[in-house]
């Protein structure tokens, strides 16, 4: 059985996470954290997710490495906010815990701090601004198309989310410019990103290769939050059968599309 702890539990991807999680026959939702002052606080997980009751109660990220000690979970999903991520994931390494993150919004530097600290610690990681597989296809496809293209195409992204999101631009976007760049041997802030914050869109993504002449469009929508879930399935099983100690994965390598 696989023993799994969810940061961010109270959210909206946390409550979706908890719920699959649950559903799993081989997962075991055996920690659930959140922030102190969250109005669900004490409350059963299972519950704040929808779902049926689950015996374990959301408790306080200020508790997190208690928690660790106490509950062993194998994985830690964490889906919370950048600053608060890099707190979290420190703790994991410190109780050598595997850890799934899709938080978006890293800067360089805490960018930085996590490989040292996943280096140091040999915990295993899959980290993936996007765990959707429709999305990872549209990386794929983008490295592709610029490959063929060249720099004689000018490529630009657009991306849509809804007006709660935090980051901007989204890690899905800066991820598909660094993808892009790199098989351009270009700099990724060279490719212009335009976002919409626009009611409750969950997430659209369009890369644009233009000439003067004809333009050709890649775009991915995502119609659903579970598509992200479903994806942190797959990338919990991955890390602990195939993760490598101290290395940072993403679902490209869970999803063998590189
Ligand atoms: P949300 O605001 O609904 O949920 C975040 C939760 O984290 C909140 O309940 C908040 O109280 C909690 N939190 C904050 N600090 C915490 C801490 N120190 N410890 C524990 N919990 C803490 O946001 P969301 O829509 O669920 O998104 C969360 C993150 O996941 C964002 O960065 C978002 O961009 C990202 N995201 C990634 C993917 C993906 O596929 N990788 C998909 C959707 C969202």
Known sequence: ??????????????????????SQKDMKL????????????????????????????????????EVLKKAKPHVLVDFTVAEASVQNIKAASRAKVAVVVGTTGFTEQQRKELERTIKRSGIRAVISPNFSVGVNVFFKLAREAAAILGRDYEPSITEVHHVYKKDVPSGTALKAAEEVAKELGIDP??????????????GDHTLVFSDPFEALEITHRAKSREVFAAG??????????????????????????R
């Open 189 to 202: 802030e060279e490719i212009k990103i335009k976002s919409i914050r626009e009611g409750e869109v969950v």
């Open 1 to 22: 059985m696989i023993r799994v702890a969810v940061c961010g539990a109270a959210g909206r991807m946390g409550r979706l996470i908890v719920r699959q999680v649950a």
């Open 30 to 65: 055996v920690a659930a954290v959140d922030v102190p002052e969250h109005p669900m606080m004490g409350k059963d997980a299972g519950l704040i997710a929808g779902a049926q009751k689950l015996g374990v109660n959301l408790v306080e990220s200020t508790k997190l490495s």
């Open 232 to 257: 942190v399935m797959r990338a919990i099983r991955y890390v602990l059968k195939k993760g490598k100690p101290g290395i940072i994965r993403d679902m490209q390598d869970v999803l063998g599309l």
